[in-house]
Nanobody, 125 residues
Framework: QVQVVESGGGLVQAGGSLRLSCAASGRTFSTYPVGWFRQAPGKEREFTAAVRWRDATIVADSVKGRFTISRDNAKNTVYLQMNSLKSEDTATYFC???????????????????WGQGTQVTVSS
């Protein structure tokens, strides 16, 4: 049974930083795509960042230059480093993992099989 668990959320002032962690049990993360998505109140869940095969990364335009996704294979964990946070980054952040080595569109939620419960990030202005 694969489980994905997020952590690291919290309350931060605008301009601050947080690092979210996504840990997996039941499988190795190192070669499979992992994505971060977020959902703000009253809005649909949206793509934020993903790391793919050979650690190729992609981030949404809305967070480019501020958010970075990375993996630590030894810890079987994927991180989302969030800098220069804005009030509009307030959302529940979800980690998702795919069971396939290759996914056509890492921005698509349907590409991922395993989802965490989410971690709340609140940015105060």
């Amino acid at each position: 049974q694969v489980q994905v668990v997020e952590s690291g959320g919290g309350l931060v002032q605008a301009g601050g930083s947080l690092r979210l962690s996504c840990a997996a049990s039941g499988r190795t993360f190192s070669t499979y795509p992992v994505g971060w998505f977020r959902q703000a109140p009253g809005k649909e869940r949206e793509f934020t960042a993903a790391v793919r095969w050979r650690d190729a990364t992609i981030v949404a335009d809305s967070v480019k230059g501020r958010f970075t996704i990375s993996r630590d294979n030894a810890k079987n964990t994927v991180y989302l480093q969030m800098n220069s946070l804005k009030s509009e980054d307030t959302a529940t952040y979800f980690c998702a993992a795919s069971s396939e080595y290759y996914i056509r569109d890492p921005r698509s939620q349907s590409a991922y099989n395993y989802w965490g419960q989410g971690t709340q990030v609140t940015v105060s202005s």
